[in-house]
């Protein structure tokens, strides 16, 4: 199985500050990788697929970037709804992956 | 707009046996590959299993940790997709989620999810 491991698990920053979260994949996965979104009591929201593509409706304050083993989701100017959880997962091979999680915490 | 909504979660005893059901509505259904996914109560997301359409013989894939007790089906004419779940296991606990699958090119990921439905496997 490939493994996926997301850094930092949590995170802790200010409104109008840019992050950046990665995921490392324990083997090449090209490109096949899509960044989630989720906030308590919700379901996940697609935010980038193909590693880099963004999902229709999404702001572009949201960028995604890598190939192979190692990717990174930027989040420009954090706004209050920015805050929650963020998830990385690989669709390269069965089984479908998915990072540990970060959470993106409000300073 | 596409809409998944999940039903049948319930509180089951161990070695118990449930289905659910994820009813789509907003998108042509049968174009499309079915995937589940499921969360533990404060914990991250682990897929499930996958049910491919009609023109893909219906197959399916699964996680090594419910191959075997799950099983994956749809009901095109119904617009729903199923997930039957046997042999219960306390570690089987979590919310489930349906969650479409989108295809851009060679990229099938997942862009749509129901709001979940929660199973509770206790004695």
Same mark, same amino acid.
């Given at each position: 199985?490939?493994?996926m491991t997301q850094?930092?698990?949590?995170?802790?920053?200010s409104?109008?500050?840019?992050?950046?979260?990665?995921?490392?994949a324990?083997?090449?996965?090209?490109?096949?990788l899509v960044?989630?979104?989720?906030k308590?009591?919700?379901?996940?929201?697609?935010?980038i697929?193909?590693?880099?593509?963004?999902?229709?409706?999404?702001?572009?304050?949201?960028?995604?970037?890598?190939?192979?083993?190692?990717?990174t989701?930027?989040?420009?100017?954090?706004?209050?709804e920015?805050f929650a959880t963020?998830?990385c997962q690989?669709?390269?091979?069965?089984?479908?992956?998915?990072?540990?999680g970060?959470?993106?915490e409000?300073? | 707009?596409?809409?998944?909504?999940?039903?049948?979660?319930?509180?089951?005893?161990?070695?118990?046996?449930?289905?659910?059901?994820?009813a789509a509505s907003?998108?042509?259904?049968?174009?499309?590959?079915?995937d589940?996914?499921?969360?533990?109560?404060?914990?991250?997301?682990?897929?499930?299993?996958?049910?491919?359409r009609?023109?893909n013989?219906?197959?399916?894939? /699964?996680? @090594?940790? $419910?191959?075997?007790?799950?099983?994956?089906?749809?009901? *095109? =004419?119904k617009?729903?997709?199923? %997930?039957?779940?046997?042999?219960l296991k306390?570690?089987?606990?979590?919310v489930? /989620?349906? @969650?479409? $699958?989108?295809?851009?090119?060679n990229?099938?990921?997942? *862009? =749509?999810?129901g709001?979940?439905? %929660?199973?509770?496997?206790?004695?």
């Open positions: 199985d490939i493994q850094s930092p698990s949590s995170l802790s920053a409104v109008g500050d840019g992050v950046t979260i990665t995921c490392r324990s083997q090449d996965i090209s490109n096949f960044w989630f979104q989720q308590p009591g919700k379901a996940p929201k697609s935010l697929y193909g590693a880099s593509s963004l999902q229709s409706g999404v702001p572009s304050k949201f960028s995604g970037s890598g190939s192979g083993t190692e990717f989701l930027t989040i420009s100017s954090l706004q209050p920015d963020y998830y690989q669709y390269k091979n069965f089984p479908l992956t998915f990072g540990g970060t959470k993106v409000i300073k | 707009e596409v809409q998944l909504v999940e039903s049948g979660g319930d509180l089951v005893q161990p070695g118990g046996s449930l289905r659910l059901s994820c907003g998108f042509t259904f049968s174009d499309h590959y079915m589940w996914v499921r969360q533990a109560p404060g914990k991250g997301l682990e897929w499930v299993g996958r049910i491919r009609k023109p013989s219906y197959t399916t894939e /699964y996680a @090594a940790s $419910v191959k075997g007790r799950f099983t994956i089906s749809r009901d *095109d =004419s617009t729903s997709v199923y %997930l039957q779940l046997n042999n306390t570690e089987d606990t979590a489930y /989620y349906c @969650a479409r $699958v989108l295809v851009q090119g990229h099938y990921y997942f *862009d =749509s999810w709001q979940g439905t %929660l199973v509770t496997v206790s004695s």
